[in-house]
Structures are given as structure tokens and as C-alpha cells.
């Protein structure tokens, strides 16, 4: 008889893991969430809000899709898991037997116990209902604050702005993302937000939220003292993972919930992947915590090859990551440190919103790491030099190969070496 594989979650890593446990095996499988009916793209969310796209354009697969690749989804919340007679509670007294179960579940937005975090009009941006509450609480409103500066809070700067709704921008950080990011790339990213019309506040935290006679925010405080006047918070001071039912199920966790390279936790035959994982040793993954679209989808793709008996140990492999400021796009590729370590020089190259950084060794004159801003590079291109070890030299001549942009935009690799070339004379 073929074994039954339960999946708790539907997001990226779940679905992925579901759709590649299908074409290795005959196994049962069923994927159980609360949240949605169906898997959509998490990283959509604000395009809906904005009016770009509806919910059903945000799901990759058409409803059938499930039933004709003999996927069983179940609607609800998984309460415990019996690691010893193998079964999984969900709410409403339902019960499932596994013989291989995965635990996908997410992340969940960071509260720090700010007084006024619960009242009306107060959330984070995780999921489909967050979308709910946002489009309820910002209806009608005068301004909205956003609290902390990473990639969810400026993606809710920009849902807001997009509805004329003015923005104040709350970041603890002397500049955007200056904890990830190099001073040119972090300062570029200012100027956008500030040239969209946001009022950004850098070096500033949240004191306080401050409620209304019928307990709905209407100020926020400040460590300043300052107090901003508002009828929507946005909390987004990053997430961390969901292990809540790990925990309960006692399944060993730390940050997350803790797995070895194949995924496995202490538990037998209870896997953990994506976003709610933790490795128990660094050097696994690019992080010991890896909480990324794309991570969270090779996650997926990794784990299903040891669930159907194919162990397969996780290698991230070359670094990358994606994102768009208003109307900056960002890639990143390899290792790019806000401050260049020891045995590291960085390239950088400018051009009025364009930034190009090439990080490379100084010894052997390898590349370790890309930074693109306002500009586009072939990701297969930089994987490949990053991993085959090409020289700083041999990509000056090559960067032809890699520009991304289109047909129109202007040719900038002839620049960028000439650029380059004249940083030599000048070290010489």
C-alpha cells in the first residue's frame, strides 16, 4: 500500500514539496491549511490590494489542478501531532494518519508588546486575511504609519501610497536596510522612498500606539516623543518562525523548529522545511534560518526526494534574492556584506538610480557576490561565475553576456568597464 504523506501548510514549501513527492512516487498526499482553500503567491499580496490583480490571478495552478494530480487539500487548522501513533489532530475532532509528515508552517509576524499592538486598525502583512483587515482599516483614513524598515514594510508603504493615503515610515536604522545592505545601495533606496512622497523617519522606534474612545489607533508615539496622528498601524518589524505546533507536539525546536541537512527532525518521520526550519549547525544553508520565496521552494523541491526514500542532503547552492523599492528593482547574488570583510574589495559603479557593487577576493581576484539596483543581470550569469570562480577581470569582459535589460535601455557595461579599468590606474 502506498504511504500516506501529510503536509501541514499550503505556502511555497508545502505545495512545492506536494507536486514533487507526485511525480517521484505513488504516494498519498494530503495538504492540510487553515488559511486558503488553495495555494496563491504569497509574495502578491499587495498587488491585490492595489488593484493589479485579483486573488483567483495569484494562484499559479487552476483549481482542478489538485484533484488530477491526486493531491488531497484539506480546509483546517492542525491542532497536534501524535509523533508516536503517527497521527495529526485538526480542528473539529478531525483526525489523519501519516506515515511521512511535514511541517510547513510559515512564519508569523513579529508584536514586541508595544502598548496598543492589539487595538483596531493595529496588524502585521503575512496573509490573505492580514489583506482583510487592511482593506477594512484603511478605508476613509487620513494617514497610515508603518513600523520598521525591512521589505514588508516598505511593500505597505507602497499599498498605501498607491491609494493616495499619506505614509509616515518609522525605521530604527540610520539608513533603509542598512543592516543587509552597502551605504551606496541603502542611500539610493532613501532618496526613492522620499522622491514617492513618504515621509521617512530613520533612527526613530515605536513608544506607544495610542487608542481612539472606541479602541481603534488613532496616534502613534514615538521614542522621541513625537506623536503622529493616524488611523493605521502597520507592524512589520520582521517575522519569526511558526512553531507553536511543533512545541505542543514535542517536536524539538530552538528559533525554529530544528532539522538536520535532510530536513528531519528528531521525531521519525517528521520532516521540517522552509520558512518555520531551523539547521542545527551552520553551514548548511545560506543562514541557519532561511525565511525566502525561493529558499522556502527549494526546500519544498529537496525534502520531497528523502520523503519518497532518496535521501538527498540540502545545498542552497549560490545566493540569491530579489525584491522592487517602489520602483527599484534588486537582485542579489553570492555574499555581499554591508562592509566588505577582511580579504575583500568591492566595485561600485553609479549611475544617477543605477548601482552595480562586484565584490570580489583580493588574493585570487574572485568574484563572491553581486549587487544589482535599478539594473538587471542574467541570474543563470552570475550563478554560474560566482560558482565556477571567474575572475573580476574575466567578468569586465564578458558583462555583455549578462545584461538583462530591455531592448531600449541603455548599453551600461562599456561603462562599467571603463570604470573599472580607471580604479586600477588609480590604485597603480
Given at each position: 500500500m502506498a504511504q500516506h504523506v501529510v503536509i501541514v501548510g499550503n505556502g511555497i514549501t508545502g505545495v512545492t514539496a506536494a507536486r514533487f513527492i507526485r511525480k517521484l512516487s505513488d504516494s498519498r498526499i494530503t495538504v492540510v491549511s487553515g488559511e486558503t482553500d488553495y495555494f496563491y503567491a504569497r509574495t502578491a499580496l499587495m498587488y491585490i490590494y492595489m488593484g493589479h490583480m485579483r486573488y483567483r490571478d495569484t494562484k499559479p495552478y487552476d483549481d482542478n489542478f489538485w484533484e488530477s494530480n491526486r493531491i488531497e487539500l484539506l480546509r483546517g487548522w492542525v491542532t497536534k501531532v501524535n509523533t508516536v501513533d503517527k497521527t495529526v489532530m485538526v480542528g473539529g475532532g478531525r483526525t489523519l494518519r501519516y506515515d511521512k509528515l511535514l511541517l510547513a508552517t510559515g512564519s508569523k509576524p513579529n508584536f514586541f508588546g508595544w502598548p496598543g499592538q492589539d487595538l483596531d486598525g493595529v496588524q502585521g502583512l503575512y496573509g490573505i486575511p492580514d489583506l482583510?483587515?487592511?482593506?477594512?482599516?484603511?478605508?476613509?483614513?487620513?494617514?497610515?504609519?508603518?513600523?520598521?524598515?525591512?521589505?514588508?514594510g516598505i511593500e505597505m508603504a507602497e499599498m498605501l501610497h498607491s491609494r493616495h493615503i499619506p505614509v509616515t515610515f518609522l525605521v530604527r536604522e540610520k539608513s533603509y536596510m542598512d543592516y543587509t545592505l552597502p551605504a551606496e545601495e541603502s542611500a539610493s533606496i532613501n532618496a526613492e522612498i522620499i522622491r514617492h512622497g513618504i515621509d521617512l523617519r530613520l533612527c526613530t522606534e515605536l513608544a506607544a500606539i495610542l487608542p481612539n474612545k472606541e479602541g481603534r489607533?488613532?496616534?502613534?508615539?514615538?521614542?522621541?516623543?513625537d506623536e503622529i496622528p493616524c488611523g493605521f498601524v502597520g507592524l512589520t518589524v520582521g517575522v519569526h518562525p511558526n512553531i507553536e505546533l511543533a512545541k505542543v507536539s514535542g517536536i524539538e525546536t530552538g528559533w525554529g523548529i530544528l532539522v538536520n541537512e535532510y530536513f528531519e527532525t528528531n521525531a521519525p518521520d517528521v520532516f521540517a522545511?522552509?520558512?518555520?526550519?531551523?539547521?542545527?549547525?551552520?553551514?548548511?544553508?545560506?543562514r541557519q534560518t532561511e525565511q525566502l520565496w525561493y529558499t522556502g521552494r527549494n526546500h519544498g523541491r529537496t525534502v520531497a526526494w528523502t520523503i519518497c526514500g532518496m535521501r538527498r542532503r540540502y545545498d542552497r547552492g549560490v545566493f540569491f534574492n530579489s525584491a522592487k523599492f517602489f520602483t527599484l528593482e534588486y537582485q542579489t547574488y553570492g555574499e555581499i556584506e554591508p562592509v566588505p570583510p577582511?580579504?575583500?574589495?568591492?566595485?561600485?559603479?553609479?549611475d544617477e538610480r543605477k548601482v552595480v557593487r562586484i565584490d570580489y577576493r583580493i588574493a585570487d581576484r574572485c568574484v563572491v557576490g553581486f549587487n544589482l539596483l535599478g539594473v538587471r543581470f542574467r541570474h543563470d550569469r552570475c550563478e554560474a561565475w560566482i560558482r565556477n570562480g571567474a575572475t573580476v577581470e574575466q567578468i569586465m569582459q564578458r558583462l555583455s553576456e549578462a545584461q538583462f535589460d530591455g531592448e531600449f535601455s541603455r548599453r551600461i557595461e562599456r561603462d562599467i568597464a571603463v570604470q573599472y579599468k580607471s580604479t586600477l590606474r588609480s590604485v597603480a
Open positions: 482583510v483587515t487592511m482593506e477594512r482599516w484603511t478605508t476613509g483614513i487620513s494617514r497610515g504609519v508603518v513600523v520598521g524598515g525591512g521589505l514588508i489607533a488613532r496616534a502613534v508615539v514615538t521614542m522621541d516623543g522545511a522552509g520558512d518555520c526550519a531551523e539547521f542545527r549547525r551552520e553551514g548548511i544553508g545560506s577582511a580579504g575583500v574589495e568591492s566595485f561600485v559603479w553609479t
